[in-house]
């Protein structure tokens, strides 16, 4: 059964930086496309990076263009979101999911497992 689990959330200013971390397990995760998604309450999920299998290729939203950074490393089964220039409007819940083939899209009814989430704050 795959299984994401995100970690890595927390406090941090505006202006600040995070580092947050999907971890996959039970299945031949180096195979598979993985994207970020936040949500925050009351709005639809936003998708905001994604990367192919290999890591050769990403998508972001203009959101987060030049400040977000998603990399992987399938050694460890793990696909980073590094996030520099926070700004409050960054906060959400950060999720991430994987597809079996990468297009580019941002589109979260396009991926299949979800993680649980991990919470990340901006705030000063």
């Known amino acids: 059964q795959p299984l994401l689990v995100e970690s890595g959330g927390g406090l941090v200013r505006p202006g600040g930086s995070l580092r947050i971390s999907c971890v996959a397990s039970?299945?031949?995760?180096?195979?598979?496309?993985v994207g970020w998604f936040r949500q925050v309450p009351e709005k639809e999920r936003e998708g905001i990076a994604c990367?192919?299998?290999?890591?050769?290729?990403?998508a972001y939203a203009d959101s987060v263009k030049g400040r977000f950074t998603i990399s992987r490393d399938n050694g460890k089964k793990t696909v980073y979101l590094q996030m520099n220039s926070l700004q409050v409007e960054d906060t959400a819940i950060y999720y991430c999911a994987d597809a079996l083939w990468y297009t580019g899209s941002l589109d979260p009814s396009d991926y299949e497992s979800w993680g649980q989430g991990t919470q990340v704050n901006v705030s000063s």
């Open positions: 990367i192919d299998s290999g890591g050769d290729n990403t």
């Open positions: 039970g299945y031949a995760s180096e195979h598979y496309a």
